[in-house]
């Protein structure tokens, strides 16, 4: 068995790499793509509310992304390098053009369309309640508060940014959460 070495002299020649061209950050004809115009638009949204500079967590659930995927991620930097978007602190996002508003109804609906039936059903036991114990939100959800898919489903929330645990034992929609859920 021989491995290639440039200077063997059985050494065949290795094939060139595949080269493949990026994604272009804008198209041809100067538009963004979907998915970018629905991020510039969750943070049009987000700016009418009231909140110039909001978290990537609200950018995302109301564009109907997890926070911490990388295809949210590229978008983001694709974004950034077309000037369109700022970061002007760690986690936190703000616009720097001009773009259509996404109406509120349309960022919760994103946020919605994009949880799971399970994880619904959680985000609306909590929609207009206070801090509820694990066993409350289990009762209203029927789910056992103690089985590894209610841990599981707690986990996948407080990863989106969609719940806080305020206290040992209690969750809460976050207050960026419960601001979208109730336009």
Excluded at 13 to 34: E, H, M, Y
Excluded at 66 to 85: E, K, Q, V
Excluded at 127 to 134: F, W
Aim: glycine residues 10%.
């Amino acid at each position: 068995r021989s491995r290639w070495h440039p200077r063997s002299p059985t050494a065949t020649a290795r094939p060139a790499p595949v080269i493949r061209p990026a994604a272009p950050l804008v198209k041809a004809n100067g538009q963004f793509s979907g998915p970018q115009r629905r991020v510039l638009r969750s943070l049009a949204m987000w700016k009418a509310l009231g909140h110039d500079s909001p978290s990537r967590e609200m950018v995302a659930a109301a564009s109907g992304y997890s926070p911490s995927s990388g295809g949210f991620n590229n978008l983001l930097g694709g974004l950034a390098t077309a000037g369109a978007i700022g970061k002007p602190m760690p986690g936190h996002l703000n616009l720097l053009m001009a773009v259509d508003d996404m109406t509120p109804e349309e960022g919760r609906d994103m946020l919605l369309g994009y949880l799971s039936n399970p994880q619904r059903r959680l985000v609306d036991a909590l929609d207009g309640a206070e801090d509820l114990s694990r066993d409350e939100l289990g009762n209203r959800t029927e789910y056992s508060p103690s089985s590894g898919g209610f841990n599981n489903l707690i986990g996948s929330l407080s990863t989106l940014g969609l719940i806080t645990k305020p206290a040992a034992g209690y969750v809460a929609l976050a207050d960026w959460a419960q601001e979208l859920l109730s336009q």
